[in-house]
């Protein structure tokens, strides 16, 4: 759970659910340095939610494929952007009604 | 909004400016306003989504071309105060007929004022669908995914 209670952190997760990244990439968009994001991934490593691996002269960094964790990546992203949506539907349709 | 994320489960939640009742019913018999239209595993293009209000009546997503995709089955019904629904979607991205390998969704329904209620929801046992979610991810990472979708669906929240 610590690992995830981090808003930066949880943001660089979410964008990992996306597909693999170089730590640069997520640098670029989350308004945080490159330093700051390598110590968060390095927190996410060694809670077991994301791996990284060589790919040419780049690391990337990826969720872990193994156990729950990056299906809790993907679902807590899924519903929260449904019940933002969701939201918009039900204040509009009362608005109609009242 | 706030999120909280412990093994194997997932909880969210959200407060709207709707009475209890008017939530209730919005998200579960109009699930089909507000769900993502990209948000489907049925084949043919989507005619209508329909939420059975009855414990054993299932969640269905229905095609034009009259072929239904089962995709949950409501397992509690108390309205207006929640539901809980299951969740038979596998990493695969199919139908999981397997009841075994299967999660659930329960929503609850908190009246804070009049006009205003908490919705609460936790995706549970996450981990029955077992391994493979890299199968999932790309699946829904392509290019034709849900990721894109729900991209796709937030920008239009936002605009």
């Known amino acids: ?98 | 909004m706030s999120t909280q994320i412990s093994e194997a489960t997932v909880r969210t939640s959200i407060v709207v400016d709707a009475p209890i009742e008017k939530t209730f019913s919005v998200f579960t018999e109009g699930i089909g306003t507000w769900w993502s239209p990209d948000h489907h595993i049925l084949q043919s293009e989507l005619a209508e989504m329909v939420f059975e209000p009855r414990v054993g009546g299932h969640v269905y997503d229905r095609g034009v071309d009259g072929s239904e995709c089962r995709w949950a089955r409501v397992l509690a019904y108390d309205p207006p105060n929640g539901f809980v629904i299951s969740w038979d979607i596998n990493l695969q991205w199919q139908l999981e007929s397997d009841s075994a390998r299967t999660s659930e969704v329960e929503v609850r329904f908190v009246a804070e004022e009049p006009n205003r209620t908490r919705v609460e929801l936790e995706h549970r046992n996450l981990d029955r669908h077992g391994e493979g979610w890299e199968q999932m991810r790309d699946a829904v990472g392509s290019p034709d995914g849900w990721a894109v979708g729900l991209q796709h669906f937030a920008d239009r929240v936002r605009a």
Do not use: C
Request: charged residues 30%.
């Open chain 1, 1 to 98: 759970m610590g690992a995830l209670g981090d808003a930066t952190r949880r943001a660089i997760f979410e964008l990992l659910a996306e597909g693999p990244r170089p730590v640069g990439e997520i640098a670029k968009e989350l308004p945080v340095t490159r330093p700051a994001v390598s110590q968060h991934l390095k927190v996410l490593k060694e809670a077991g939610l994301v791996i990284d691996h060589q790919s040419g002269t780049r690391r990337l960094y990826q969720l872990n494929p193994e156990g729950v964790g990056a299906l809790r990546a993907y679902f807590d992203r899924f519903w929260n952007q449904a019940l933002v949506s969701f939201k918009h539907a039900v204040e509009e349709q009362n608005e109609e009604e009242r």
